[in-house]
């Protein structure tokens, strides 16, 4: 089955929240090396990284193509 507007839409912004996330990776890693892991940067560094993992995910089963298709309940069963 293919993806429905909708849910390329959602597959799109998932891929979106990925290279947030690897940006803020990058991110991380560079306060972390500067400023140390005790600064209030990095911490936010670390929030960010959780919340666009968080985001990815969320969208990527959002935009997943269904199983199977599903049938109107008052059709005859074969």
């Given at each position: 089955m293919t993806r429905t507007t909708g849910k390329k839409i959602a597959f799109g912004f998932a891929i979106a929240c990925l290279f947030g996330m690897v940006a803020s990776a990058v991110l991380f890693v560079y306060f972390?090396?500067?400023k140390g892991l005790h600064d209030v940067l990095s911490a936010s560094a670390m929030a960010t990284?959780?919340?666009?993992?968080?985001?990815?995910?969320v969208l990527y089963v959002m935009s997943k193509p269904p199983?199977?298709?599903?049938?109107?309940?008052?059709?005859?069963?074969?």
């Open positions: 972390i090396k500067t990284i959780v919340f666009f993992a968080g985001c990815t995910v199983r199977y298709e599903l049938r109107p309940w008052d059709e005859d069963e074969k």
